[in-house]
């Protein structure tokens, strides 16, 4: 199993440009993460599916914050506009009964 | 509500040394229990966990205890190691949706 698979490793945009990240989970994995990891705010949940359907996505900063499930296999997070505040590591991850994450997208918004 | 509390780092520790990171957690029910360890530029990997009470984790030498008595998971490991450096993450399963609660985590350091 190659586990979960995040797209792209690293990411640097412009401010006010759209970013979207990209997550495939485990093939039976029935629930899907999303997270932010910075250095002064930690590991934070932004939003969570199950079964594809979003079940909480009160951890969404903001607006322009934004996640779809579409099928099984697929996930993306997306930010539009990006600001320079949005800088962290977003993990995906995907459980059966624990959590396996992804190796991490780092987004720099310069 | 549900919560996990754990000892702020960084933990200092030369190689060979026992370690103890301490984790404490507050919850309703009976949650399962986890360690997550985070080595630098990789995600989070389950390091052990433990379902119910008096149960031990253990994996890599390391162990941890479910003791519901205390509401207390520490993480122990008897020699460790310079490539043990990494920051380690308590965490309690929520209940539905295999939701996880992580604690702040502890960044451990072991120097030769």
């Known amino acids: 199993d190659a586990g979960v698979i995040q797209s792209p490793r690293h990411e640097v945009t412009e401010m006010g440009q759209e970013v979207t990240l990209r997550c495939k989970p485990i093939s039976g994995h029935n629930s899907l993460f999303w997270y932010r990891q910075t250095m002064m705010r930690g590991l934070e949940l932004l939003i969570y599916?199950?079964?594809?359907?979003?079940?909480?996505d009160s951890g969404m900063p903001e607006d322009r914050f934004s996640a779809k499930m579409p099928n099984a296999s697929f996930s993306t997070l997306k930010i539009q506009p990006s600001e320079p505040r949005d800088s962290a590591v977003y993990f995906c991850a995907s459980t059966f009964c624990g959590h396996t994450f992804g190796s991490g997208t780092r987004l720099t918004v310069v | 509500g549900n919560s996990v509390t754990q000892m702020e780092g960084p933990v200092t520790l030369s190689e060979e040394a026992f370690l103890t990171i301490n984790c404490t957690y507050t919850a309703t029910g009976y949650p399962s229990l986890f360690w997550y360890v985070q080595y630098p530029g990789e995600g989070l990997q389950l390091l052990l966990k433990a379902t119910k009470a008096d149960d031990k984790g253990s994996n890599k030498g390391f162990e941890a205890t479910y003791r519901k008595e205390t509401t207390s998971f520490h993480l122990e490991k008897g020699s460790v190691q310079v490539s043990d450096s990494a920051v380690y993450f308590c965490?309690?399963?929520?209940?539905?949706?295999?939701?996880?609660?992580f604690g702040a985590g502890t960044r451990l350091a072991v120097h030769p």
């Open positions: 599916f199950n079964n594809n359907v979003p079940i909480d």
């Open positions: 965490a309690l399963n929520a209940g539905g949706y295999n939701k996880l609660i």
